[in-house]
C-alpha cells in the first residue's frame, strides 16, 4: 500500500476554508468537485482540489504517524486523529457501532452499495451542505472497505481550528443568551434545508474563534420532507444538555439560555 501522497510540508493543500462574506460572517458557497478512486478493495469517494492523488494509506493513522502529522483526539464512540500539520489539519474519523451491536462488531457493518455507504453518504451530504455555505465541515474523502459480507468505513474532513463543543463553552461558563440565540439560528439554517441531524448533541455544535458555530458529525443525517421532526432534533440536544448538567451541575445553563436558543431557531426559519 502507498503512502499517502500528500506532503504535510504543502499548506495549499490545507485550507479548504472558502471566503467569509464581510457583511454577514458568513462563509460563501463553494462548488466542490467529487473524484472516484479504488484502491483494491478500498472504495475512496474525495475532491481532487484537496486530495489530488488519493489512496487507502491516507485512511491509516499509521501512516500519518511516520509523516509526525497524526495526533489522537476524542470522538464520542469512536476514534479520530488530527492528521496533517497543526492548526490546519484534517480529521481523520473511523466509524464505530454503537450500543449493544457496538460491543460485539466494533466497526463493521453490513455490505451496501457504495451510494448507501455510511461514509459516502456523509461525504455527499457534506459536501452539498458546504457548497451551500452552511457551518458544516468541509469533506476531503470517504473511503469504503470491503472485507466480504461487511464493510469498514471512514471519513477525512477539513478540521475547525481552535474550535470548543457547546459542552465545553458550558463547562468553562460565560455563554450569555445572545449565544445560545445564534446556536438556535444555526441549527435553523440546516432545519432551513430539511436537514434532520441524527444525533445534535453538546459535542456535535462547535465554536471557533470568530465565534460563528458550526455542525459536525453528519453521520446518518438525512433530507426530510415536512416540519415535524425539527423539534426532534431540539429535543435531542435538550436531552443532551441535561446530560452534562446532570454530570456537572455547575456547567453554565438556565431555562432563559434554552428560551434564547428556542428564539433563534424560531426567528431564523
Known sequence: MRSCQISVADSSAWGGNAPTNLFTGRRMSV?????RFQDH??????????????SAACFDPDDWLQQAACTPVGAGRGTAWFVGPQPHAWVLRRYRRGGLPGKLIRDHYWHSSLALSRPWREFRISARLYALGLPVPRPVAACLTRHGLTDTGALITCRIPDAQSLGERMLAGGLTPSDWQAVGQTIARLHREQVWHA???????????????????????????????????????????????????????????????????????
Do not use: M
Not at 445534535?200 to 443525517?221: F, G
Open 199 to 269: 444525533d445534535l448533541n453538546v459535542h456535535n455544535l462547535l465554536c471557533d474563534p470568530q465565534d460563528i458555530w458550526h455542525i459536525i458529525d453528519l453521520d446518518r443525517a438525512r433530507f426530510r420532507r415536512g416540519h415535524f421532526w425539527r423539534a426532534g432534533n431540539l429535543q435531542r440536544l435538550r436531552r443532551s444538555v441535561d446530560k452534562l448538567r446532570k454530570q456537572a451541575p455547575d456547567a453554565g445553563f438556565t431555562e432563559n439560555d434554552w428560551a434564547a436558543l428556542i428564539h433563534g431557531h424560531t426567528e431564523a426559519l
Open 41 to 54: 478493495h478500498h472504495h475512496i469517494l474525495y475532491d481532487p482540489a484537496l486530495l489530488p492523488e488519493p
Open 31 to 35: 462548488t466542490i468537485r467529487e473524484a
